[in-house]
């Protein structure tokens, strides 16, 4: 096995552990949330009616996304309890075992997306001209996922041993690509066609489709995670039991969010194609204000794994707490600097008085609720690591279907979009509230057991 895979995460200064792993995450999650807002920018210039489009895709591009972190997530977890045990075999089997489960997956997935663009997207609330211009998007856009899905579960797979330096380069690589290519293929720069929202959607899948070759050639030639020795079938099943015990409830889970999504974005529908325009920035940019505490968490759960299977429960415990009370400090700072720059950033968008006023207001009232949502999501990604998903999975549900979307319905009737950004707010306080209490229950001492699985080395196998 290569030098990197042994356990780089059991010794040391926490927090200097933790911030050494985070600060490189923060540059390729920035990347990767500038390579939505550099969509929306130009995709913006065309009018309101392509910024609806590229709108209503969000909900189902999060779905899908979701499932591909659900993947990366379970993977991820299975792979960095191996390298905190030690065993090499098990690492390279759970890395390749993964990856072919990946596109396996995508393969299904691509099938069904282009079999129910139209009436998927009616349901949403797309009609007449956004609907065709939504049509002419993901129809590239799913042809691509492959491009998306994979390289998401190899990334996981990289930021399992502890380094997070080439998981973030991979990502701003394809950044550099989607912000090259998105000007001259939606305006048709130079030699390029214009082809305005349908060119967003091939400089989407250009810019991925690198990150599939690099993240490859990582594992399988520097970090030599992956072989191509035939494997036992009951080594295959037993790499995927482990993995999907963990990836489907996170997929799952991770889906409801933009299901719920969905929802609100219907609601929103009723008030006007301006209004959905700007909730689909808004929620760009309050990606960006969370990007921290995401490369956070992308990071606590190697952390939470290799200590988990080095059998350092301290060490765990005092990650998470510390973690958790970054969150807070965190999404306060945020809540504090969108109030004051809300309006001179939704004008960076689009000129649209309606729109501008849709993003202001979501802004001013959404943020209040950051620091319990970063709690609830650093919570989760550690119940994850620990095999308690279904934990995880339970949380998100009440936040979004006990909560966020009853009252988002009720308060919407009564002060419209207002109401329904406030309801936001309302269940992530409570979520978070509830994540910290079951978290704080799961990690007394003792209380938490390496998840074994024995893997039969073959003869002569490495």
Do not use: C
């Amino acid at each position: 096995m290569h030098r990197k895979k042994s356990a780089q995460l059991v010794e040391g200064p926490i927090g200097k552990t933790l911030i050494r792993l985070t600060l490189p995450m923060i540059f390729g999650i920035l990347g990767m949330v500038a390579f939505n807002l550099v969509d929306t920018f130009y995709v913006g210039q065309l009018g309101t009616a392509p910024l609806a489009a590229i709108s209503f895709t969000f909900p189902v591009i999060l779905m899908l996304n979701s499932l591909s972190m659900g993947l990366g997530v379970g993977a991820s977890a299975v792979i960095s309890r191996a390298i905190g045990e030690g065993d090499p075999y098990k690492v390279k089997r759970l890395t390749t075992d993964s990856l072919v489960l990946a596109l396996l997956v995508v393969v299904a997935f691509v099938a069904l997306g282009l079999l129910t663009i139209n009436p998927l997207f009616q349901a949403l609330g797309a009609r007449g001209e956004i609907l065709a211009l939504t049509r002419q998007y993901m129809l590239i856009w799913y042809l691509g996922m492959p491009f998306v899905v994979i390289p998401m579960v190899g990334n996981n797979a990289i930021r399992a041993t502890g380094d997070t330096k080439t998981p973030s380069a991979i990502m701003m690589t394809a950044v550099v690509v989607n912000m090259v290519m998105d000007p001259l293929l939606i305006f048709g720069l130079g030699p390029f066609p214009r082809m305005e929202l349908a060119g967003a959607a091939l400089a989407t899948v250009l810019a991925r489709a690198t990150t599939l070759g690099v993240s490859f050639w990582v594992l399988y030639h520097r970090e030599k995670m992956i072989t191509f020795s035939p494997p036992a079938l009951s080594e295959v099943l037993a790499s995927w039991r482990q993995i999907l015990y963990i990836g489907l409830p996170t997929a799952a889970t991770n889906m409801i969010i933009p299901v719920a999504a969905g929802i609100v974005t219907r609601l929103l529908a009723s008030f006007g194609p301006e209004t959905v325009a700007g909730y689909g920035v808004a929620s760009r940019i309050d990606m960006f204000a969370l990007t921290v505490l995401m490369a956070l968490g992308s990071v606590l759960g190697p952390f939470v794994g290799q200590n988990l299977g080095a059998g350092k429960f301290d060490r765990l415990r005092r990650g998470v707490s510390l973690s958790q009370r970054f969150a807070l400090v965190w999404g306060g700072l945020m809540f504090l600097l969108l109030a004051v720059l809300a309006r001179p950033v939704a004008g960076l968008f689009n000129d649209n008085p309606l729109v501008i006023d849709t993003i202001v207001l979501y802004l001013h009232i959404v943020p209040i609720g950051y620091g319990m949502q970063g709690m609830l999501m650093l919570s989760n990604t550690t119940l994850n690591v620990l095999n308690k998903p279904f934990y995880a999975s339970g949380l998100i549900i009440t936040q979004m279907f006990v909560l966020y979307v009853p009252l988002a319905y009720l308060a919407s009737t009564m002060f419209g979009p207002a109401g329904i950004f406030s309801a936001a707010v309302t269940a992530n306080l409570l979520a978070g509230l509830a994540a910290f209490l079951v978290l704080r229950r799961l990690l007394p001492a003792g209380a938490v057991r390496t998840p074994s699985q024995p893997y039969r080395v073959p003869a002569g196998g490495k």
